[in-house]
């Protein structure tokens, strides 16, 4: 067999290359067992506030009963009888994440957070101040363990992409090094469908086309990944080879985000437009303060509606003028809303706004007075200090239309 040159050149540099995924382990639910005793070593599942809401998280007790994330409620609870569910509460679990990644960030300064409750550790640099990339983790993991009294599951490997792959394998409380010597190895026997990316949908056309492994999509020719699967077809060949150039990009360099955006299901299914104008206000106003909290102006709302029967459809409207507020958000949504036709039922509310971009100093042309951003610093600073809502417009607590 014949050397690929995009691998031998790679390989080169992933080999001095050390990267560790910590991930915590059913993370929700162990903040919830940590916290209360009655939990601990009982299937737990963390869910949202509403009776018909999904699994977020399920302790690994639960899990030995086939309970897991984005399972109904209702299906959790046939699943096993005896299942602890518990309303999950974020402010807990962000305050549990600054801590681990407080401890996650002395260890390397390129460092990444990937998630509430992942992180990216770039040590190649490091690699002089511990014995082995091993003993670091093991440090971490006992830190972690220590001072958070949370267990997480560390991979190592070249690059991301395999550090991840060795994080999840691991689990739970786990610790896997994946050297790049044992990268083909390890994707031979890693089944097509656990790959990143790869959900029930794609796995079925991969395994259509005979790929049932790792090392299998690697040595597909790469045209045809190409010709299937267009532009994802370079990266599946990649994946499949364990190739991975991606940086750990550290806090404040990552890449602005592309949208912002809210969902809700409903309490019951619904066609009451006040009912519905009334969610949508509400995530729109989140929407909105995402967008201010983090200085963006957006170009483009997206309303997604889920029907009762599931069938779920997006519109988007393009604003005239760069959206700051929840109001200018829910005039657009509200629009886009009124032009659906063939109404049933609601199930699930979205509001995501796009075309995100940061205000220049330069005035618009249709500049809004100033009185109003200070209206919306005002009433941010007020819901940052006691709580989503507690300011608000009057039609959030009275009819919206
Ligand atoms: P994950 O790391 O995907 O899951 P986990 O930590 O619960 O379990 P694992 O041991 O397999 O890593 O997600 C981290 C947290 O993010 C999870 O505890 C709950 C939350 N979450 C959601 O709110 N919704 C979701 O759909 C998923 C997958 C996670
Ligand atoms: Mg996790």
Redesign the pocket.
Known sequence: MGINPVRERIKVRDETRVILHV???????SVEQRRNENLRGRPVA?CGRFPRTVV??ASYEARAFGVH??MSLVEARRRCPELRCVEGDLGRYVNASIRVMGILREYSPHFEVA????AFLDMTHCRLLFPSPKAAAKDIKKRIFDEVGLACSVGIGPNKFVAKLASSQG??DGLMVIPTAKVSHFLDNLPIGQLWSIGPRREKVLRSLGIESGGDLGRFPPHLLKKRFGSLGERLHHMGLGIDETPVIPLGQASDPESFGHFVTLPEDTDDSTIISGFLLRLCEQVGRRLRRNCFRGGRVILTVRFSDFSTLTRQKTALEPLTSGKEIYRLALRIWDSIGGKRPVRLLGVTVSNLHRPSNQLSLFSRPNRLAALWEAIDRVNDKYGDFTLTWGSLHQSPR
């Open positions: 991930d915590m382990d059913a993370f929700f639910a963390v977020a998280s994330a984005n998630s509430i409750d992942e689990k739970p």
